[in-house]
Structures are given as C-alpha cells and as structure tokens.
C-alpha cells in the first residue's frame, strides 16, 4: 500500500523541518508532499532539504485549495493530510492506517478535551460535531480535525465539493457519510501549534452560520428546511388560533405564514433531489 503524506504549509518555516524529518525516520518509504501556499519565509526551502516534493502555490490560495492540490498530485492509495505546524503527532498515523486496513475508507484523529486552540473554539466545534451527528445519525466526534487517513480515489470523488478555505475537513466528512463510505476515529493528543494561527476569529466566524447551514443542505437538505416550516406552519395556527377567536377573523399574517412554510418545505424537496443528483456514482 503505498502511502503519501500532504502538509499543506503556509509560513511554517518553524516546524516543517522538524515534522518531516520526524515523518522520514517513522515512514521512510512514504511519499512526503509539502504544498506551499505562497509562504513569504523558508518554509519551501526547508522542506526541500528536510527530502520532501514541494509544489507552489504562486499566492495564497486557501488551505482547502492547498489539500486539493495536494490529492491530485499524490501517487499513494492512501494519503495522510496534516498539519505542518507540530500540532499532530506523526506516531499517530500508524493507529489510522490500521483503520484504513480493516476496511475503512477515512481514519480522522478526534482531539481530545485540552487539544482546542481556545475555549471559543472547542465550544463551536463540539456544536459542530452535535449537528453533524444529528444530520448523519452516527455519531461524528471531531468534524473540523485536520488530521485524517483517506483512501484516495474515494477522496478525489469529492474534490469538486470541497472549499479553498479552512472547512475541507468537514465537507470532506459529510461527503463521505452521504456516499455511504465508512469513516472511523481514533483519539490523538493536538499539541500547542509553533508560530501563529492563520485563522482569524473575527475574520472566520462570520462564516460560521454559512458553513452550519452548508453542512445541513450538503447532507440532507429536508432535516434544515423541514423544521424551520414546520415551525412556520405552527405559528401560522396559533396565530390563526388567536385572531380567529378574538376578532372572528383569518388575518394576512396567517396566509403569509402558511404559504411561507409550503414554500420553504418545497424548497427543501427540490434541494433533495439536487442533493441526490450532486452524490450520483459518476462510474
């Protein structure tokens, strides 16, 4: 089984040497492929003398757009994608292939409660894996880790739906869950990050309503916008209800809710088939 490992790096000059030579004395017969996305310091050149094939990005294109490239140039049956930064322990690959091995199609290291970069953070991604779970109904325990196994021709299935930015892992995820591909975790330690973050919260978290409602219409569009005409068709009744009783009358407000609901429970139907369509086996 040949193996490649892709680190998408962008100014990682402090810990890419160290994490590959790592990589290189526990898998020598790996194929180490570094993506360098328009780093301004040596992290490109550090890579190359620490043995490993490097391809440019001319400018920063995003950390989704970093793996893609990654998985179209890789020559393994299974590519390991992680961090360059030294938060992922190398030693933990080998608990992922053996997952690999016994028929699982994804192998995500789940970090474990003291491994999120901040409160903030662990708080949204443990949301994140609740609705995740509801719209897949197994039960996903790190949705956003960066640290995976995948086989590779199922990976580039999805290469299409995956975004440049940092939100390749939980796409990558549903997409595998709505194909039917088996997706397993293991427990991993994340160790404190070297250098600076490239996520900004401020920046980032006004895309987190985005990314919550991708994940639902990505999966299974009917489980978002069913509750939400559901909700619009009960208070169309109790506002019916109301008005009905107090003034003898059925008001505008209760036609707008009623036809709103129809509406939305339409779309979610139509979002369905597109859905379906998106997923079709293209074999």
């Given at each position: 089984m040949l193996l490649t490992i892709v680190l998408p790096a962008k100014n990682e000059s402090g810990a890419i040497g160290r994490t590959l030579m790592r990589l290189r004395d526990l898998l020598p017969q790996a194929e180490l492929l570094v993506v360098n996305d328009g780093s301004s310091d040596g992290t490109a050149e550090i890579a190359r003398e620490a043995g490993a094939q490097v391809i440019n990005h001319p400018y920063s294109k995003g950390n989704g757009a970093a793996i893609k490239t990654g998985a179209r140039a890789a020559r393994g049956d299974v590519i390991i994608f992680m961090d360059a930064d030294g938060q992922h322990d190398p030693a933990d690959i080998s608990v992922m292939l053996a997952l690999i091995e016994q028929g699982h199609d994804m192998a995500v290291g789940a970090r474990q409660e003291g491994s999120q970069a901040s409160l903030v953070r662990g708080l949204a991604n443990k949301f994140y894996n609740r609705l995740a779970s509801w719209m897949t109904g197994h039960k996903v325990e790190d949705l956003t880790s960066g640290f995976r196994a995948v086989r590779a021709d199922k990976f580039r299935e999805f290469l299409y739906l995956l975004p440049n930015g940092f939100s390749y892992p939980t796409t990558s995820t549903m997409a595998f869950f709505r194909a039917g591909y088996s997706v397993a975790y293991t427990p991993i330690h994340a160790a404190k990050r070297v250098g600076k973050s490239h996520i900004r919260l401020l920046r980032d978290g006004?895309?987190?309503?985005?990314?919550?409602?991708?994940?639902?219409?990505?999966?299974?569009?009917?489980?978002?916008?069913?509750?939400?005409?559901?909700?619009?068709?009960?208070?169309?009744?109790?506002?019916?209800?109301?008005?009905?009783?107090n003034f003898g009358r059925f008001t505008n407000m209760s036609a707008l809710l009623y036809s709103g609901s129809v509406m939305v429970f339409l779309m979610g139907l139509i979002s369905e088939q597109i859905t379906a369509l998106m997923y079709r086996d293209k074999d």
């Open positions: 006004s895309r987190f309503l985005l990314i919550i409602f991708k994940i639902g219409t990505l999966f299974s569009p009917l489980k978002v916008f069913a509750p939400v005409a559901l909700l619009m068709f009960m208070l169309a009744s109790v506002w019916y209800g109301y008005t009905l009783y």
